[in-house]
Each structure stands twice: as structure tokens, then as C-alpha cells.
Nanobody
Framework: QVQLVESGGGLAQAGGSLRLSCAASGVTFSSGTVAWFRQAPGKEREFVAG?????????YADSVKGRFTISRDNAAKNTVYLQMNSLKPDDTAVYYC?????????????????WGQGTQVTVSS
């Protein structure tokens, strides 16, 4: 059974930082691409950041470029992180971790197979 478990969400002030973690079981991140998406109230789910595990190549939505960093742990830990700095109220959303096989710069949610339950991030002004 595949499980992706996000953690690290919470409340932050504008300009602050949070670090999200995504731990996987039942699926190996090393075989593909891992990404973070987010969904704000009343809005569609949108791509935030992605990483191709084998090469470690990262890619970002323009809205978070320069502020957020996606990274991976070693294969044994099977965990991906999202470091979020200089947070803005517009970053408030539920953040989801997702993965699929294959290394490519996937940004569409329908491209991904497995999803976590999400973790709430709230940024106050």
C-alpha cells in the first residue's frame, strides 16, 4: 500500500519560514519524480516545485522561485522536503506531496499517480 505523509505545516508570519517533509512508504522515490502542489480555498490545485530523484534536478513555479527549495534525502529515508522562506499570505494553502515513475519536469497534477493527504500552511500578514 502506497502512503505519502506530509508534515511540517502550520502557522507562520509573513516573511517567515516553514519546512515541509514528505515521507513515502510502499513506493520508492528513487524511480521517478516527486513534486509539491498546493490548493488555496476556492482555487484549483497548482504546481509548486518538483525534483527528479536520480539527477536531483529541481524546477519551480514562477510564484515561488527564489523563495522555496525542494530537496531530497538519501534513498534509504525516501523523504523529500520543501523549504519555504520569505512566506507571503498568498502562500496560504493545503500543500500536497505527489510522485510518479519516470524522470521529467512534470507540472500537471494528472501526470502524478500517488498523493498524500496534505498539510495546511497558513501565513498571516
Amino acid at each position: 500500500q502506497v502512503q505519502l505523509v506530509e508534515s511540517g505545516g502550520g502557522l507562520a508570519q509573513a516573511g517567515g519560514s516553514l519546512r515541509l517533509s514528505c515521507a513515502a512508504s510502499g513506493v520508492t522515490f528513487s524511480s521517478g519524480t516527486v513534486a509539491w502542489f498546493r490548493q488555496a480555498p476556492g482555487k484549483e490545485r497548482e504546481f509548486v516545485a518538483g525534483i527528479t530523484w536520480n539527477s536531483g534536478s529541481t524546477y519551480y513555479a514562477d510564484s515561488v522561485k527564489g523563495r522555496f527549495t525542494i530537496s531530497r534525502d538519501n534513498a534509504a529515508k525516501n523523504t523529500v522536503y520543501l523549504q519555504m522562506n520569505s512566506l507571503k499570505p498568498d502562500d496560504t494553502a493545503v500543500y500536497y506531496c505527489t510522485t510518479r515513475r519516470g524522470s521529467y519536469y512534470f507540472t500537471e497534477q494528472q501526470s502524478f499517480y500517488y498523493w498524500g493527504q496534505g498539510t495546511q500552511v497558513t501565513v498571516s500578514s
